[in-house]
């Protein structure tokens, strides 16, 4: 298996701004765990610790059960794959951009699999079409599948997903989706959403059966208040008093195991996060 557990895990960066404390839950293979948080919150921060671009400051964070940091680097990269929002590819054919050194058959299944071909289908040259060439142009949701068709080549065992909520364009949203669907068989994924995203989950991944609720820290709330104004010395300790308060009880919600019941934790995320955000 390739369950992912967090267990008390703490970051900060060199700055000294804390990110991330006391985190504990188990992403478990099979289902798509979301973090559903505002920017800031540290839903990058805990998904890039995962393949080790940075090291817990405390706790651990295990892939079936062993450690990250016992885990070669090697192998810890070919057990991750991320697909961003704002995938970047090179200046090559379509082709070049997803082989990866496999057999070109290989690369034409993904690339059905991840829902490419009418992309492909739309140039006389097919998969040898140069991106970046005169008078080629890709969509955000055109170069967000052809990620997906690398990371479905790639088959690695964990998922990290940027939300695709961005394309404005309902045809390709519809498509994206279904890549990541594909994509995300028997697979351990985890899903970065921002909060306005939390209502959409159930029609958008109804495969999900997990949130994770990411709290900004007080560190980021004192920021927020400050640049809003506060100036009321009292005022401000009392509203982070409250907020403090609120990420105490929702450390309550750090793991949900929702299933049918997608919509209405949905609804519970927003009213936690909008509480803790005033």
């Known amino acids: 298996g390739?369950?992912?557990?967090?267990?008390?895990?703490?970051?900060?960066?060199?700055?000294?701004?804390?990110?991330?404390?006391?985190?504990?839950?188990?992403?478990?293979?099979?289902?798509?765990?979301?973090?559903?948080?505002?920017?800031?919150?540290?839903?990058?921060?805990?998904?890039?610790?995962?393949?080790?671009?940075?090291?817990?400051?405390?706790?651990?964070?295990?892939?079936?059960g062993v450690d990250v940091r016992d885990i070669p680097k090697d192998e810890l990269m070919n057990t991750v794959s991320f697909v961003f929002q704002n995938s970047k590819l090179i200046k090559a054919s379509i082709l070049d951009n997803v082989k990866m050194g496999k057999p070109n058959e290989e690369v034409l299944n993904a690339l059905k699999s991840a829902q490419c071909m009418d992309i492909i289908e739309k140039f006389p040259d097919g998969v040898n079409t140069v991106i970046g060439s005169r008078g080629i142009y890709l969509s955000g949701g055109d170069m967000q599948r052809i990620a997906i068709a690398r990371a479905v080549l790639k088959n690695a065992p964990i998922i990290i997903l940027d939300e695709a909520t961005a394309f404005a364009d309902p045809d390709n949203e519809v498509k994206v989706q279904t890549a990541f669907?594909?994509?995300?068989?028997?697979?351990?994924?985890?899903?970065?959403?921002?909060?306005?995203?939390?209502?959409?989950?159930?029609?958008?991944?109804?495969?999900?059966?997990?949130?994770?609720?990411?709290?900004?820290?007080?560190?980021?709330?004192?920021?927020r208040l400050r640049c809003r104004g506060t100036e009321d010395e009292d005022d401000l300790v009392r509203r982070l008093e409250i907020a403090r308060g609120e990420i105490e009880k929702s450390r309550g919600y750090d793991y949900i195991v929702i299933n049918d019941d997608l919509e209405s934790a949905a609804d519970e995320v927003l009213d936690i996060i909008e509480k803790i955000d005033k």
Do not use: C, W
């Open 2 to 64: 390739s369950d992912i557990t967090f267990d008390h895990v703490g970051f900060a960066y060199k700055s000294g701004e804390t990110v991330l404390s006391d985190v504990s839950f188990t992403a478990r293979q099979g289902e798509v765990t979301a973090l559903v948080g505002p920017s800031g919150g540290g839903k990058s921060t805990l998904a890039s610790l995962i393949s080790r671009f940075f090291d817990v400051n405390s706790g651990s964070i295990k892939i079936d």
């Open 181 to 223: 669907a594909k994509l995300s068989e028997g697979k351990t994924v985890i899903l970065k959403i921002e909060v306005q995203g939390a209502a959409k989950i159930k029609k958008m991944y109804p495969l999900s059966t997990a949130i994770f609720i990411m709290p900004p820290s007080l560190e980021i709330l004192e920021h």
